[in-house]
C-alpha cells in the first residue's frame, strides 16, 4: 500500500469553506425537517386517537405508507415527481429559490413525521389508563390529569427513542446529497473530487457527523437523568 | 397528463431485472437484500455477544463498534468502501460487492444492539433458577435464555430488516441497478418521474408492509405459545 496521506488537502484552497457549508446545510436541513417531523408526529398521532373513523384511517395510510417506502425513493419523488405538477408560477418560484434544499426538506420531513408518529404513539399507550383514573380519583379535573401526570410521563417515556429518531433524521439528511442538495456528505464527496484525497475527506466527514451524533445523544442521556423519576422508568446502566 | 402507461410498457424491465435482479444486468434489490439480511444479523449476533462477554478486551472493542456505526449516515460507509478499499487493495470491486460489504458491516452494528437487548431482556433469576435444578451454562442459554431471547427480539429484529430492505435503494447511488437505479434508468428515458417513483414507491411498500404484518402476526403466535 502506497497511499500518500495529505491531511492539509482539508484546510487549503475550497475545502475548509465547503465543510463549513457542509456542516450549516445539514444543520439546516435537519432542523426545519425535524419541525416539520415533529408537528406531523403530533398531528397524525393524535389523529390515531379520534372517534372518527375516516380520520383515523387517513393518519394510518400516512404513516404507514411514509414510513414503509425508501427515503431515497421519496427524494425522488418530491424533487423530480411533483414539482412538474405545481402551477407555473410556483415551479418558476422553487426552482429560483434552491429547490432540491426545500424538496430534500419536505421528504425528510414528512419522512420522519410518518416514524414519529409511532413513537409519540407508542409513549402515550405505554401509559397505564389507570393513571389517568387514579388522578381523577384524586379530584384532579381533566385537565389537570393531564397537565400533572399524563403529559409529564409521556414525555419522559418518548424523550430516549425520540432522540435516537431525531440522529436517525440528521443521518438521513444525507441522502439529500442524491438530488444535489450541498450538505456535508455532499462537500465530502466534492473535496474528494477536487483533490484525490479519499481517506482524508472521508475521516473528516465521517469525524463531523460522529461528533453531532455523539454529542447529541450525551446531552439527551444527561436530559434524561436528570429528570428520571425515581423506581418508574428502569435506567440502563 | 399522468400516464400509467409508462409502468405497464417498462414492467418487466422494474420488476424482473431491478427488483428481482434476473436479466442482463447484475443487479436486483432482493439479490441485494436477502444476502445482506442474512450475513448482517450473522454479524449482529457476534457483535451483541462480544458485547455482552465478560472480558473488557473483547466487549470494548464491540461496543466501539456499535457506537461507531451507529453514529455515522450509512451513504457515508457505502463511500468509504466504494473509493477506498479499491485504493487500497489496487483492485476495483464491483458495486454489488461495495453495497453488500457496506450494509452487512453498517447493520451488524443495529441487529448487535437488538441481540444484546433482547438477552439482556430475560430476567437473571432465570439463570440462577437454570443453574438450581442443574443445567450446565450451555443448556441454560440453549434451553432458558435464548428461546425467550429471540421471543423478545422479534418485533425489533423485524423493524431492522425492514429498515435493511429499504437501504439497499442508497446502493443505487454507487450505481448498482436495484429497482431504484431501474426506475431512474426508464425515467431518463420516458420522463414520467412522478409515475415511475410512485409506482415504486408501492412495490417496496407491499414487501415492507407485509414483513411487518407478518411479524405481527408471528408475534401474537409466539405470545400465546
Known amino acids: ?237 | 397528463m399522468l400516464d400509467f402507461g409508462v409502468i405497464v410498457s417498462n414492467f418487466k424491465f422494474l420488476i424482473v431485472q431491478g427488483l428481482f435482479g434476473v436479466g442482463g444486468f447484475a443487479g436486483g434489490t432482493l439479490r441485494l437484500a436477502i444476502p445482506a439480511i442474512a450475513l448482517g444479523f450473522g454479524l449482529g449476533i457476534f457483535v451483541g455477544l462480544a458485547r455482552l462477554a465478560r472480558s473488557r478486551w473483547i466487549s470494548l472493542p464491540a461496543t466501539l463498534y456499535v457506537e461507531f456505526f451507529r453514529g455515522v449516515p450509512l451513504v457515508m460507509v457505502i463511500f468509504w468502501i466504494w473509493f477506498i478499499i479499491p485504493q487500497l487493495l489496487r483492485l476495483p470491486i464491483p458495486e454489488y460487492g461495495v453495497a453488500l460489504t457496506a450494509f452487512v458491516i453498517f447493520e451488524a452494528a443495529y441487529f448487535g444492539e437488538i441481540v444484546r437487548a433482547g438477552i439482556q431482556s430475560v430476567p437473571r433469576g432465570q439463570v440462577e433458577a437454570a443453574t438450581a435444578v442443574g443445567l450446565t451454562a450451555a443448556q441454560t442459554m440453549r434451553f432458558v435464555v435464548l428461546p425467550q431471547a429471540i421471543r423478545n427480539m422479534v418485533p425489533a429484529l423485524v423493524t431492522q430488516m425492514i429498515v435493511l430492505f429499504k437501504d439497499t435503494s442508497l446502493a443505487s447511488i454507487i450505481g448498482y441497478m436495484d429497482l431504484t437505479k431501474a426506475a431512474q434508468i426508464v425515467n431518463n428515458r420516458e420522463i414520467k418521474p412522478f409515475e415511475l417513483y410512485l409506482f415504486i414507491a408501492v412495490v417496496y411498500f407491499i414487501f415492507t408492509y407485509s414483513m411487518s404484518r407478518f411479524a405481527r402476526r408471528f408475534e401474537r403466535r409466539l405470545t400465546t405459545a
Open chain 1, 1 to 237: 500500500m502506497s497511499y500518500q496521506f495529505n491531511w492539509s488537502v482539508l484546510w487549503s484552497g475550497q475545502s475548509g469553506n465547503w465543510l463549513l457549508q457542509g456542516v450549516l446545510t445539514t444543520l439546516a436541513i435537519s432542523v426545519l425537517a425535524w419541525l416539520l417531523a415533529v408537528a406531523l408526529g403530533i398531528l397524525s398521532g393524535a389523529m390515531r386517537t379520534v372517534p372518527w373513523k375516516p380520520l383515523r384511517a387517513l393518519a394510518t395510510f400516512y404513516v404507514e405508507f411514509f414510513r414503509n417506502v425508501p427515503l431515497l425513493v421519496w427524494m425522488f419523488f418530491w424533487y423530480f415527481g411533483v414539482p412538474p405538477l405545481l402551477p407555473r408560477g410556483a415551479q418558476d418560484w422553487l426552482f429560483s429559490h434552491r429547490a432540491e434544499f426545500w424538496a430534500g426538506m419536505f421528504a425528510l420531513g414528512v419522512y420522519h413525521g410518518a416514524r414519529m408518529s409511532e413513537v409519540i404513539r407508542a409513549g402515550i399507550l405505554s401509559i397505564p389508563r389507570t393513571q389517568f383514573e387514579a388522578a381523577v380519583a384524586m379530584g384532579l379535573t381533566t385537565f389537570q390529569a393531564y397537565r400533572l401526570v399524563i403529559v409529564p410521563i409521556a414525555l419522559r417515556l418518548i424523550v430516549p427513542p425520540a432522540t435516537s429518531e431525531s440522529l436517525n433524521l440528521l443521518k438521513n439528511s444525507s441522502v439529500a446529497l442524491t438530488i444535489s442538495v450541498a450538505e456535508l456528505t455532499f462537500q465530502t464527496r466534492q473535496i474528494e473530487t477536487y483533490t484525490a484525497k479519499a481517506i482524508e475527506a472521508f475521516t473528516a466527514g465521517t469525524v463531523l457527523y460522529l461528533v453531532f451524533c455523539v454529542g447529541i445523544a450525551s446531552i439527551m442521556a444527561r436530559v434524561e437523568r436528570r429528570f428520571a423519576i425515581p423506581g418508574l422508568i428502569a435506567r440502563g446502566g
